[in-house]
């Protein structure tokens, strides 16, 4: 099964993007003021683009990825910069590495010497 990731056109010239296995259906949603909080108050006017994916987690780290960039670069990816959407999609099957949590050191009462939990 596909699945999808997708930029709206929305009020004011805004740009929304999101995740769906129905596109078409996810608009309506949309348009009809229960899909998303921000589409609610900027309601869409037309999709500007499609991402087709293989799986649902390599759509939703595309969608992180898009929401990350700069308003610029949203502009030319929703035109079809090719170049843009590539270097998104690179690296999406790898795993991520994940950072380790620092212990946070708390001070005892009655030492000065910090004791770390």
């Not at 610029?72 to 079809?80: H, N, Q, R, S």
């Amino acid at each position: 099964m596909p699945h999808f990731v997708y930029m709206l056109r929305c009020a004011g010239g805004r740009i929304y993007t999101g995740y769906a296995v129905d596109v078409a259906a996810r608009f309506e949603q949309h348009k009809s003021g229960k899909g998303a909080k921000f589409t609610k108050a900027f309601p869409p006017e037309c999709i500007l683009h499609t991402f087709e994916l293989e799986s649902k987690e390599f759509a939703l780290r595309l969608e992180a990825r898009i929401k990350k960039l700069p308003r610029p670069k949203k502009e030319l990816l929703a035109v079809g910069d090719e170049a843009i959407a590539e270097k998104l999609k690179a690296g999406l099957g790898e795993v991520p590495v994940k950072k380790r949590k620092r212990k946070r050191c708390k001070s005892r009462k009655l030492s000065s010497e910090p004791v770390c939990a």
